[in-house]
């Protein structure tokens, strides 16, 4: 079976540029999550949706993020304009569900903002 | 809100050394705990997982048990090798607003020498 799928892995833009990234779930998994990983920490909440809902999206900065999950499958992780803050690793996770079910999660783009 | 403190790092170990990790916690109810690691270059998968006080999990040779009077999940294994070298962090997953959501500590580096 397949993993959640991530592209690009890497990404390089200059600020103020605009920047999209996109996640495949493993297919079943209605739950789909957006995290940040800033260099040296813990991954933190973007988003999460429940098939095309986003049920939770209070840490979503939304002057400049949007997300989309069109048809509850694949989602867009959009960024415009980057700042130079943006620069971290964005991670994808997928679940079945439930606080207990375990999240999978992609590889993760390497975003660099210069 | 809910936290998760992880030991500070980088840890290095000689093979065959015992390994711990400390992770307390800070929680709204009874959170389910886990432990995730990110190898080089990979995903951040999941290790073990305890969903009520007093769990053992337990995964290729490693183990973690819930302890809700001290709020701690600590790592353990009792003999390391050359390829457990990765990041681990601890997280955690709490009801109410935060259903659904994994709180993450910083990430402890181990690296493991021959």
């Known amino acids: 079976e397949a993993g959640v799928v991530q592209s690009p892995r890497y990404k390089i833009i200059e600020k103020k540029q605009p920047v999209a990234f996109w996640c495949n779930p493993i297919?079943?998994?209605?739950?789909l999550y957006w995290y940040l990983q800033n260099l040296g920490q813990g991954p933190e909440l973007l988003i999460r949706?429940?098939?095309?809902?986003?049920?939770?999206d209070s840490q979503l900065p939304k002057d400049r993020f949007s997300a989309e999950r069109l048809k509850g499958v694949d989602s867009t992780l959009k960024i415009q304009p980057a700042e130079l803050g943006d620069s971290a690793v964005y991670l994808c996770?997928?679940?079945?569900?439930?606080?207990?079910?375990?999240?999978?999660f992609g590889p993760g783009t390497r975003l660099t903002v210069l | 809100g809910n936290s998760v403190t992880q030991m500070e790092g980088p840890v290095t170990l000689s093979e065959e050394a015992f390994l711990t990790i400390n992770c307390t916690y800070t929680?709204?109810?009874?959170?389910?705990l886990f432990w995730y690691v990110q190898y080089p270059g990979e995903g951040l998968q999941l290790l073990l997982k305890?969903?009520?006080?007093?769990d053992k999990g337990s995964n290729k040779g490693f183990e973690a048990t819930y302890r809700k009077e001290t709020t701690s999940f600590h790592l353990e294994k009792g003999s390391v090798q050359v390829s457990d070298s990765a990041v681990y962090f601890c997280?955690?997953?709490?009801?109410?607003?935060?259903?659904?959501?994994?709180?993450f500590g910083q990430g402890t580096i181990l690296t493991v020498h021959p």
């Open positions: 305890a969903t009520k006080a007093d």
């Open positions: 949706y429940e098939n095309e809902e986003a049920v939770d």
């Open positions: 929680a709204t109810g009874y959170p389910s």
């Open positions: 297919s079943g998994h209605n739950t």
């Open positions: 997280a955690l997953s709490a009801g109410g607003t935060s259903y659904g959501k994994l709180t």
């Open positions: 996770a997928s679940s079945s569900g439930g606080s207990y079910n375990e999240q999978f």
